[in-house]
């Protein structure tokens, strides 16, 4: 069940679809990047609809996944997360790996995403 809610919550981030994105991310969320930079629900729900229904042009795949549940009503998944997009400038296809650490919580009777950490394994 976590799995298929981590893959909607990253097709909605390929999809720029706002309504998924806005169900699957919890008040308070906040996302930290490798850079140590953080983004809100609100900011990411800003950008999200400011391209509502336009591809982003970015791919996400996730591998070696691991799902540690604490109580009914809390998880943690861990794994890579692989980003995938093609240079703007028409050149080759990029590539940045990540770990990642997404942190969900269950409230009334749904998952949703908390907390997100990002460590870059490969430059960008």
């Known amino acids: 069940e976590l799995l298929k809610v981590q893959r909607a919550w990253l097709d909605a981030y390929e999809k720029n679809d706002a309504a998924t994105m806005n169900r699957l ?3 308070g969320f906040v996302l930290t990047f490798a850079d140590g930079g953080q983004q809100t629900k609100t900011e990411l729900m800003y950008l999200t609809k400011a391209k509502a229904g336009e591809p982003s042009g970015v791919t996400f795949l996730t591998q ?7 109580a009914k009503n809390v998880a943690v998944l861990r794994g890579m997360l692989i980003t995938r997009w093609q240079d703007p400038s028409g050149g080759a296809a990029k590539e940045q790996q990540q770990r990642y650490t997404d942190t969900y919580v269950k409230r009334n009777g749904r998952w949703q995403i908390v907390a997100s950490q990002l460590t870059n394994l490969t430059p960008k």
């Not at 070696?64 to 604490?70: F, G, P």
């Open 64 to 70: 070696d996944t691991k799902v540690s549940l604490y």
């Open 25 to 27: 991310v919890g008040n």
